[in-house]
């Protein structure tokens, strides 16, 4: 199969090249496109055969819920059977944007979307080309991230390209995204509502707004693909590299230290090791024989966030066998970074 790639203007989408992508996902084909976030695999929410292929062209779980994208909030209850007070003022405050919400479904929305549970997972993006595609479709679209399962997210067409061309229709080639990490995700359907995933909106934004929200991570017993998932993104090992990954926690200092004495052991042994740092850790490796790459400063985490997928890639494409990180403060949208680092990582060395 061929996937055909349309160029267009992020900002201001040609609506010709978005009419013919909205007329794909009507005839069942899947289309990635960009959202805020990461660019996404769309299907139409309401083609069963459209969604199955989903699952096999990344190789996804059943077991693992997929989010139902919206043109706007409006259309809600087409796939939510319960609206609460505490989802509208949610709504109201952060949408369109990276906020999913967790709410019960209506009947009719397929069990292979929600993993057989009685919840979905719902969001409207703030993006152009997302917008534009999910108005012109006229129904709403599941969009998990477009990459094989279990790899680190795509934030580029080129990123979809190569990890889904060939078994995917086409791609909508919006430059990269800008948020970098996926939504947030909350669950409204207990009460104080649970952050099951965290993401481009931070859980200190969220309590602004609602209150006590419960957050514990999940990593614990999330890895049992063969349990339906709550949520997407709660499996252990998730957003991973081809390259191992080494996680440093703990104090700054120690972690540090702790990771310049592995950097130089692993590489005097002869394994190529990439460094994944803050601008502000730089120096710390700057006179070792390694490959460093500078994710921006810990004083700007949305910058972090942003480039954090990029570049798990491109050290996995510079041929690196070994990739030593440090735990960036959980607040803000460093909490987001953390857990998508845990996931990523085979060792975590506190």
Same mark, same amino acid.
């Given at each position: 199969?061929?996937?055909?790639?349309?160029?267009?203007?992020?900002?201001?989408?040609?609506?010709?090249?978005?009419?013919?992508?909205?007329?794909?996902?009507?005839?069942?084909?899947?289309?990635?496109?960009?959202?805020?976030?990461?660019?996404?695999?769309?299907?139409?929410?309401?083609?069963?055969?459209?969604?199955?292929?989903?699952?096999? #062209?990344?190789?996804? @779980?059943?077991?693992?819920? /997929? *989010?139902? +994208?919206?043109?706007?909030?409006? &259309?809600?209850?087409?796939?939510? #059977?319960?609206?609460? @007070?505490?989802?509208?003022? /949610? *709504?109201? +405050?952060?949408?369109?944007?990276? &906020?999913?919400?967790?709410?019960?479904?209506?009947?009719?929305?397929?069990?292979?979307?929600?993993?057989?549970l009685p919840t979905v997972a719902v969001r409207v993006p703030a993006h152009a080309v997302a917008l534009g595609l999910l108005r012109a479709a006229g129904v709403p679209l599941?969009?998990?991230?477009?990459?094989?399962?279990?790899?680190?997210?795509?934030?580029?067409?080129?990123?979809?390209?190569?990890?889904?061309?060939?078994?995917?229709?086409?791609?909508?080639?919006?430059?990269?995204?800008n948020v970098g990490v996926e939504s947030t995700v909350l669950d409204l359907t207990c009460s104080p509502p649970r952050l099951l995933r965290p993401g481009g909106i931070s859980?200190?934004?969220?309590?602004?707004?609602?209150?006590?929200?419960?957050?514990?991570?999940?990593?614990?017993?999330?890895?049992?693909?063969?349990?339906?998932?709550?949520?997407?993104?709660?499996?252990?090992?998730?957003?991973?590299?081809?390259?191992?990954?080494?996680?440093?926690?703990?104090?700054?200092?120690?972690?540090?230290?702790?990771?310049?004495?592995?950097?130089?052991?692993?590489?005097?042994?002869?394994?190529?090791?990439?460094?994944?740092?803050?601008?502000?850790?730089?120096?710390?490796?700057?006179?070792?024989?390694?490959?460093?790459?500078?994710?921006?400063?810990?004083?700007?985490?949305?910058?972090?966030?942003?480039?954090?997928?990029?570049?798990?890639?491109?050290?996995?494409?510079?041929?690196?066998?070994?990739?030593?990180?440090?735990?960036?403060?959980?607040?803000?949208?460093?909490?987001?970074?953390?857990?998508?680092?845990?996931?990523?990582?085979?060792?975590?060395?506190?």
């Open positions: 199969m061929e996937t055909k790639i349309w160029r267009v203007d992020p900002q201001a989408p040609d609506p010709a090249l978005i009419a013919e992508a909205a007329q794909a996902i009507l005839s069942g084909q899947l289309v990635a496109f960009p959202t805020e976030t990461v660019y996404g695999l769309g299907a139409n929410a309401f083609d069963r055969q459209a969604v199955k292929r989903i699952f096999t #062209a990344k190789g996804r @779980p059943a077991q693992d819920p /997929l *989010i139902v +994208h919206l043109a706007s909030e409006e &259309l809600l209850s087409q796939v939510a #059977a319960e609206i609460p @007070p505490l989802a509208e003022r /949610l *709504i109201e +405050h952060f949408w369109p944007g990276p &906020l999913t919400l967790v709410l019960p479904k209506q009947a009719r929305v397929l069990d292979e979307i929600t993993a057989g599941v969009a998990p991230s477009a990459n094989r399962f279990g790899h680190v997210s795509p934030t580029t067409a080129q990123h979809v390209l190569e990890d889904l061309g060939g078994l995917i229709e086409g791609i909508l080639d919006g430059g990269a995204t859980l200190e934004a969220l309590q602004a707004q609602i209150g006590e929200v419960l957050y514990k991570t999940q990593l614990a017993n999330a890895g049992d693909v063969f349990t339906a998932q709550r949520s997407p993104g709660l499996l252990a090992k998730h957003y991973a590299p081809r390259a191992e990954l080494w996680l440093f926690s703990g104090k700054k200092e120690q972690a540090l230290e702790k990771m310049r004495q592995t950097a130089e052991q692993c590489s005097q042994s002869g394994r190529q090791v990439g460094v994944l740092v803050s601008d502000e850790d730089r120096d710390w490796f700057s006179d070792l024989p390694l490959v460093v790459y500078c994710l921006g400063s810990e004083r700007w985490l949305d910058e972090m966030a942003k480039n954090l997928y990029t570049a798990l890639r491109l050290l996995d494409q510079q041929g690196i066998e070994l990739i030593l990180a440090r735990e960036v403060e959980a607040s803000g949208l460093g909490l987001a970074i953390r857990d998508r680092l845990r996931r990523a990582a085979s060792r975590v060395i506190e």
